[in-house]
């Protein structure tokens, strides 16, 4: 649903509150699992559809380590469980995969370190409800993962949800350029926020160079052979990558462009990320600047359609690396100085710096307060996005004071760990029926 064009806040307030009569708040609270008319293990198989399937038994191993490690490999079931429910019909940019490890910290172009949502393969446009309902859940099997019993990880829920609404409230009352720039401004003082700034801090372009390069005979970097998780690309391959670069220039802004031109390449490696990203082509490519002490390292990282692309009517049959970088400027008020997108034969792609400074969460660190915390920054993120890309008007209509919609999600966030915990189980008896091959 979209504000009617020169409606003043007010009526946009007033448009999203109408929308309860539409789908209730309460509504919101509901899984209803009995419902759903998929198999949650079938779905996770066909979201593995484009990727190299030799490398899926490397991602499936990763989903084995735990309920949570499982939830993040599986967005493509939770898409499917939101998709069947009622939502509010008021979309904005989602982050598509959030959760607490898709936050992070990195250097902004100004070089100064920010906290932020650092993962946005699955951003699409979507109801606001979907990103809060994901990281809500992520906070509870998180918090599961890292010692809080059920209460207190139901709590730190419904605080992240508190705060989404606080927030919300806040910027449906501020100037719309300065909702835009907002930072946030508490990182220091919360212990998994200020430790992958630390992190980011002490990662250095130089320190890839020596954890993925050695020497040749004549002293030129060349990557490692670290198999099965990275190794490096000669060749006809290579130079079709080397190739890609060239359109990937043309995404970038003329300033940057610029900047970018004072590079060159060097060599090409393959890299297996993440979790949910395991099985997506994923290219890295080492540039040169003003000498070898000057290293700087582009991803070039296949993207295929969002995991909520087929629920969504209206979704763009679009470059699915442009769709990413764009859903991430959308989102962000800060973003990779070199961020684009580019293609190699069929394939699509979203272009970046590699661990430009970079530092993820710790779960240790979730221990005690820390998980409350994160929770009331994670809010807060999450509502500075939608605000970004949506209207805060229309969400703070629709909340209202934020108490019972934090009730109904904190509610659902719970029901949905139990789920995850449940396809979880499902899906370690597939490895063991032979079913599913984790390496």
Known sequence: MKAIAGASAQQRIAEGKNRRSVVSRQVQANLDPRDRRFDPIAVLLASGAGRVRQLLPIKYARMKESPFAFF??????????????????LHVQLCGDAHVQNLGSFAAPDGKFVF????????????????????????????QQSGHGRAACRAAA???????????????????LQVARHQVHREDRIEPVHAALRQSERARPLDLLKKFTKPDRHGCPRFRDQRPLFWRIRGQAAQEILRSVDAYRQTLAPERRQLFGLFRSIDVGFKVVGTGSVGLRDYVVLFEGNGPKDPMFLQIKQEVASAYARFLPGAANQHQGRRVAEGQRAIQPLSDLLLGWTSIGSHEYLVRQLNDHKGIIDLQLLRGRGLNSLAMVAGELLSRGHARSGDACQICGYCGSGVKIAKALGNFAAEYADQTEADYHAFVAAIKGGKIKAA
Do not use: H
């Not at 490999?73 to 509010?88: E, T």
């Not at 992240?160 to 100037?175: G, L």
């Open 72 to 89: 993040r490999g599986a967005v493509s079931i939770m898409a499917a469980d939101l998709a069947r429910l009622p939502n509010s019909g």
């Open 116 to 143: 932020d949502l650092n993962d946005f393969d699955e951003t699409i446009q979507g109801p606001w409800e979907w990103d809060v309902k994901r990281m809500a859940a992520s906070l509870v099997l998180a918090g």
């Open 158 to 176: 419904e605080i992240c949800i508190e705060s989404y609404c606080r927030s919300i409230q806040e910027f449906s009352r501020e100037p719309v």
